[in-house]
């Protein structure tokens, strides 16, 4: 069963699954966490694994199904495993960039659209669900991609206009499907998250549901690849069994790194989670003084899947570090009318760096100086991070970095960190692809299309028009 961050009222699995948000406002949070242990976990492939924990999590599908849902979803990877980690040095870069759309979302909203679909049966719904989702880049070609083949599902997907790379707005512009459209909104990421949480509040007559990281549903799968990784490790005689590893993540929306949380809750032997930002620094201002405050500047930069200043999933973090529902909400009222709230970390195992644009495109070239191994920005921000850890602590366990994002999906970005430019985002692929010696993922195919950009103004209505027509 769950529950709102901001309400004590228990749902089902299908109806958390199905409702996105909380009719209050709050995110769903587990109510009782699952029983999940490791070692019942060390013989199984990804898909498996995958299944086991989401079946623990939502208990009212049946595991055949869950299971053959899993298969089906990652039968589109471009390799078996699904994941994969590459050593550097003391650390290991978690490859989660394998999927149809070369970004770490795959992992979780191919399995999503097929979670609610398994929801409608199990409730009888046949009532069709517009999914309307904000994305900073990667969560709005994933989610097209993921709810293409699911009947009785539509989907709106608002991106900032100019605040995506070329490669991601290509991704989604060029995704052709009467069930879908993709608007470019005029504002940052911010501005289409709460326009997002807003249609949601002030449209409950409308069958509506997310494919942000706010739906439970979302952020279940990404706890998999936490266990995948330390499993890996120890059958690789990389550490023991029981020794402990930390986990640094590259966050905006603190969706990923929350699944971090999630797996360390549930048992897995975590050290401590790394929090990586770029100069977007507020979640850095937060672990570090204790006060989560927007009101700063806001910046476009080289790693703009992370240019977010309001993370939703810090909602469900408050709610575990209060553990009361009545004060996360007072402080997620706190930042919605003051833009700031104070609140003291009771979790010690966070640390939390920034890095800026400068700093990441010397971070890629480094890398592959020393390892022959191309990372894409968002990426390098984490192993920034890492860098800065082992300064600060001296920590010598060994760390998955999570490589978020193909460095296919920036290659402008990655190119000029070796003082190569390229204005056309297109050629810069081809370019990257022979600098490096990289095959071209297929999927990197896409047809010049028209962008449809609209005004924060006029947003509400052209998205209700959408909405009529899908019906």
Known sequence: MFHSTRGNKLVSSPEAILNGLADDGGLYVIDQLPSINYKDLMNDDYQTMAAKILNAFFPEFSYDDVKREIDDAYSSFDIKEVVNLKKCDNSYFLELFHGPTLAFKD????????????????????????????????????????????DGISI???????????????????????????????????????????????????SLSSANSINI????????????????????????????????????????????????????????LICASN??????????????????????????????????????????????????????????KNGEYDFKNPFNYFYAYSTNEE?????????YDQYKYVIDPHTAVAYNAYK????????NNPTVVVSTASPYKFPQAVLSAFGVEENDAMEAINVLSKKFSLEIPKVLNYPKVNRTVVSLEDSEKYVLDVIKCFE
């Open 107 to 150: 992992l979780a909203l191919v399995v999503l659209p097929r979670l609610m679909k398994l929801s409608k049966q199990k409730l009888g719904y046949n009532k069709n669900i517009t999914i309307l989702t904000a994305t900073s880049g990667d969560t709005g070609g994933a989610a097209l991609n993921g709810f293409s083949a699911i």
């Open 156 to 206: 709106i997907v608002l991106y900032p206009n100019g605040g995506v790379s070329p490669v991601q707005e290509a991704q989604m512009c060029s995704f052709i499907n009467k069930n879908a459209k993709v608007l470019a909104l005029q504002g940052n990421f911010d501005d289409c998250q709460n326009f997002v949480k807003k249609f949601f509040s002030e449209h409950k007559e409308l």
């Open 217 to 272: 549903a979302r952020l279940a799968p990404q706890i998999v690849y936490y266990f995948y990784s330390y499993i890996y490790l120890v059958k690789n005689n990389i550490i023991k069994d029981g020794d402990k590893i930390n986990f640094d993540v590259p966050t905006g929306n603190f969706g990923n790194i929350f699944a971090g949380f999630y797996a360390k809750s549930l048992g897995l032997p975590i050290n401590n």
């Open 279 to 336: 100069k977007n620094s507020v979640l850095t201002d937060f672990f570090l003084n204790g006060k989560y405050d927007k009101k700063r500047p806001f910046f476009k930069t080289n790693s703009p899947s992370m240019d977010i200043l309001i993370s939703s999933n810090l909602e469900r973090f408050l709610y575990y570090g209060t553990n009361s529902e009545a004060k996360t909400k007072e402080l997620m009222e706190k930042l919605s």
């Open 359 to 367: 700093k990441t495109l010397e971070v890629i070239k480094n890398v």
């Open 388 to 395: 800065e850890y082992v300064k600060e602590t001296n920590d």
